[in-house]
């Protein structure tokens, strides 16, 4: 395999079958060595980069090699192709920033060959601000085995979907988690836990604080610029077998009063308000299971008024975070071990 320039090249071995003394006594053609080789392109790339698996296993053409991405105790297929000529090359999962992937390689059929785990990391095309223990996780996830429907008031501003649809890539990238438009809505998020129309999982909206319980005064009795929460169910696990609440329902409502400047960036200096795209990456956050960080340098901070934090994209505490109520923790599974379905109470 030809490999880019300057990649280094990680290779890691099958445990290979001992061979038996007995063996080394047939004739040099009979042998089978069952040596099954792989290596990565790089074990580090920037997100959307394309990494490659490289495997090389004589005696193994037309059978097919499967790349693994561990979720937890599990593995599961990313991608797979025929080995022919004694190789096959196979795509690495890079949509996503990953801090520690662990993938695999298993050659199907006849006596099975696994590979040793490689590891690779994925990271965002620029460099967050801060460091990963600043992260505030939550106890609760989505399970990331299903899709996420989301759906946007149909009053929001002009080109406030776009906005949505941008930040929730970004969140998407964080956490491995998939978003699927499901319209828009006339629903007002309220803090309960009431539906939030069939086949919704996750509102946006805009509203006057006089029209929602989620812009409550807060300390002082600064009313919020914007607010977003999870709802969660206790008692699930995940494939890495630790205990999680189960996310069923995201709520974001941003305060109308605000007239927020559209896109993402720096704050603008005529307002000192973050853009809009910003305040719905802190509360896409939230409506993904992550809390407020202490650090001031955190886009998860939580930058109270009347002195909104100067912040523009997610820091390294805030990313480490969202990694960990993301897909690489696995499906979302209920007591018996079954993965979890749709919310029933979401229609
Ligand atoms: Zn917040």
Same mark, same amino acid.
């Given at each position: 395999m030809r490999l880019p320039s300057g990649a280094t090249r990680f290779v890691a071995r099958a445990i290979g079958v001992p061979l038996l003394a007995?063996?080394? $006594?047939?004739?040099? /053609? +009979?042998?089978?060595?069952g040596g099954l080789e792989v290596s990565l392109s790089s074990d580090r790339a920037t997100v959307g980069q394309q990494v490659w698996a490289g495997v090389e296993m004589s005696d193994a053409d037309g059978r097919t090699a499967v790349l693994e991405r561990r979720t937890g105790r599990a593995w599961t297929e990313f991608s797979r192709a025929t080995i022919d000529d004694g190789r096959a090359r196979l795509a690495a999962p890079t949509t996503a920033y990953a801090s520690d992937m662990e993938l695999r390689v298993r050659v199907l059929g006849g006596d099975e060959e696994v590979s040793d785990p490689l590891h690779l990391r994925v990271d965002p095309p620029y460099e967050p601000v801060g460091r990963p223990e600043m992260a505030r996780p939550g106890t609760a996830r989505w399970n990331p085995c299903a899709p996420i429907r989301y759906a946007v008031d149909e /009053?929001?501003? %002009? /080109?406030a979907a776009e906005d949505v649809r941008a930040a929730l890539a970004e969140v998407s990238r964080a956490t491995g988690l998939t978003f699927v438009e499901a319209g828009t809505t006339g629903v007002v998020p309220?803090?309960?836990?009431? $539906? +939030?129309?069939? /086949? %919704?999982d996750l509102v946006v909206a805009w509203a006057d604080p006089d029209a929602t319980s989620m812009l409550d005064p807060i300390e002082g009795g600064v009313v919020p610029m914007a607010g977003g929460t999870a709802a969660e169910v206790p008692g699930y696990r995940g494939e890495d077998g630790r205990p999680t609440g189960w996310i069923v329902q995201g709520r974001v409502v941003i305060n109308e009063r605000y007239d927020l400047v559209p896109g993402f960036g720096a704050p603008t200096q005529s307002t000192g308000l973050p853009r809009r795209g910003t305040v719905l990456l802190h509360e896409l956050a939230h409506a993904v299971g992550v809390g407020h960080a202490d650090d001031a340098t955190q886009l998860m901070n939580s930058g109270e008024a009347p002195a909104p934090h100067d912040l523009e994209r997610y820091g390294a505490g805030d990313l480490a975070a969202l990694e960990a109520v993301g897909a690489g923790r696995g499906c979302v599974l209920d007591t018996r071990g079954a993965q979890v379905g749709t919310w029933p109470g979401n229609g």
């Open positions: 007995a063996q080394l $006594s047939f004739p040099a /053609g +009979l042998l089978w060595w /009053g929001a501003p %002009v /080109g309220q803090n309960d836990t009431a $539906s +939030l129309g069939a /086949g %919704v």
